[in-house]
């Protein structure tokens, strides 16, 4: 079963016959030293760290996929208003959250 996601409140082409709750997606990831080492290197020179762009990318994606399952897990049609939020764990570490409203839609 797909199900939808919109970061408004409103699905296209559907209406909201209930609200089953908020669901959310978390992930805690590290670089890792190798990582670590190489963007730290990088980040000498400035501009963009390759590195940590690719682990927030990854790390979103799943994020977004564990709220996902959630969703379905509870029967939901969509997930609205859709978030993320992120912070950090010490200093190697980062926590990202997807969340969002479980709905189910009229048929």
């Known amino acids: 079963m797909a199900v939808a996601v919109s970061t408004t409140f ?6 909201i016959a209930e609200s089953l709750g908020t669901v959310f997606g978390v992930v805690v990831r590290s670089q890792g030293l190798g990582g670590n080492i190489l963007a730290s290197l990088r980040s000498l020179g400035g ?7 690719r682990l927030l990318e990854d790390t979103r994606r799943q994020a977004i996929d564990r709220m996902l399952q959630n969703a379905v897990q509870i029967g939901a049609d969509a997930v609205v ?3 993320f939020d992120s912070s950090e764990i010490g200093q190697t ?15």
Do not use: D, F, S, W
């Open 10 to 15: 409103e699905v296209p082409g559907g209406e």
């Open 47 to 53: 501009g963009e760290i390759h590195e940590y762009t």
């Open 81 to 83: 208003g859709m978030r």
């Open 93 to 107: 570490m980062t926590e990202v959250v997807a969340y969002g409203t479980a709905v189910k839609l009229k048929r």
